[in-house]
């Protein structure tokens, strides 16, 4: 069935080394668009980035995230990262005229 | 800032209860959701409502029933509560159904003892 992998769970990184997070996707239907998600302690999931073309890199508050549809990836990275990055990450894809399916999330967690 | 508003923030209630949850967006979006977040913080699609029409309604116990009176407004019943059902219910808003950002609500938290 169709599915966003998220292979890690938690991942810690000591502030101002690069960080990064893993998402693949499987899906039989036609995609439209890729998103990372992000959830502060307490708070509601607010979009980190989205895309829906392939090859394609976007950018957002540091970071970025390249959608390679030759490996069905959206891998999310920061090259420095920051104390007020400790955060739940998701990663989903939407498809046509289907709901938004998100992966299982990566809780990050920066430490001085 | 908060344009989803979900209410209540919090509840605490018995098995067998019924309980419902409150949900407006102040987008102008045509399209509304409903996910459970698990105590794993797996997020599951419940239900999505396009312009009032429920367009989306996933393997979910019969107990649960989502109600909308406009397509600004989207409710849920869950008619007598499990111990399962403790979660986070998230409501999110879209511009449309398909490839459009949701904006999610900051949730309520249900717990059922």
């Known amino acids: 069935g169709d599915s966003v992998t998220q292979t890690e769970g938690l991942v810690t990184v000591t502030e101002g080394l690069p960080v990064k997070l893993n998402c693949t996707y499987q899906t039989t239907y036609l995609t439209i668009a890729f998103f990372w998600y992000v959830q502060y302690l307490n708070e509601a999931p607010q979009v980190l980035l989205r895309?829906?073309?392939?090859?394609k890199r976007t950018e957002h508050q540091g970071f970025h995230a390249t959608l390679h549809k030759s490996s069905s990836s959206f891998h999310l990275q920061k090259s420095s990262a920051q104390l007020s990055d400790s955060a739940l990450y998701y990663c989903?894809?939407?498809?046509?005229?289907?709901?938004?399916?998100f992966g299982t999330g990566t809780t990050v967690s920066v430490s001085p | 800032e908060t344009a989803v508003f979900q209410t209540p923030n919090y509840h605490v209630t018995q098995v067998g209860n019924e309980v419902s949850f409150n949900c407006k967006q102040t987008?102008?979006?045509?399209?509304m959701y409903w996910y459970k977040q698990d105590s794993k913080k797996l997020l599951k699609i419940m239900f999505s409502y396009n312009n009032k029409q429920l367009i989306v309604n996933e393997t979910v116990p019969r107990r649960f029933s989502p109600q909308s009176s406009d397509k600004a407004h989207l409710n849920l019943r869950i008619k007598s509560v499990e111990p399962e059902d403790s979660a986070v219910y998230l409501c999110?808003?879209?511009?449309?159904?398909?490839?459009?950002?949701?904006?999610f609500g900051e949730g309520s938290r249900l717990i059922v003892v």
């Open positions: 989903a894809l939407n498809q046509g005229g289907r709901a938004l399916i």
């Open positions: 999110a808003s879209s511009l449309s159904f398909s490839g459009n950002t949701l904006y």
């Open positions: 987008l102008g979006h045509d399209t």
């Open positions: 895309s829906s073309t392939d090859n």
